[in-house]
């Protein structure tokens, strides 16, 4: 059996859930978020500590329930501290601009890149080369940083492009000079 699916979660406070018809609710000040329940989990709420139990002793079920003690726990965690993703962009005259839900990308191209900021996220603006996605949902935050860095991804031979805040670029060697 999976050892995460044994894993007791604690509610933090602050945050209400709701178990019922396969669906866990769960509430804080900053949002709520629905997670649907595979019908062979079982969850146990008492007090501040949250249970899920395979219903059967299946294969399928044990790994279901590790699967599921790791959503809500990820669902807990963006509900009580939230998650952030920063990006830096590396290069001459590259450059980010927020402005309400849009951003503006200067990344080499001849025209500036527009991207709008999915519903739930919110993103803030460091300096020039530095932005901050920031949500309640990991699945988003980390879906959308990986989109705003696949606009010009880091390349190996000068370090240029869009990268994750100490992301760590292997530099490869150029063109040796011809003996």
Do not use: C, W
């Amino acid at each position: 059996m999976s050892r995460i699916g044994n894993r007791k979660l604690q509610i933090p406070t602050g945050v209400e859930v709701k178990y019922e018809n396969n669906v866990l609710l769960a509430k804080s000040s900053k949002g709520e978020l629905s997670l649907n329940i595979d019908p062979l989990v079982e969850i146990k709420i008492e007090e501040n500590t949250l249970l899920t139990i395979p219903k059967n002793s299946s294969a399928r079920a044990n790994v279901i329930v590790g699967t599921t003690n790791s959503l809500i726990q990820n669902n807990l965690i963006g509900l009580s501290e939230g998650y952030k993703k920063d990006l830096e962009i590396v290069g001459v005259g590259y450059r980010f601009n927020v402005a309400g839900n849009k951003i503006t990308i200067n990344a080499g191209y001849s025209n500036p890149v527009n991207v709008n900021v999915p519903e739930g996220l919110s993103v803030t603006l460091i300096n020039n080369n530095e932005i901050s996605i920031s949500g309640i949902d990991k699945q988003k935050v980390n879906q959308f940083a990986a989109e705003v860095r696949e606009i010009r991804s880091p390349e190996p031979y000068k370090g240029k492009g869009i990268r994750y805040k100490n992301e760590h670029i292997r530099r490869k060697e150029g063109k040796k000079a011809a003996k």
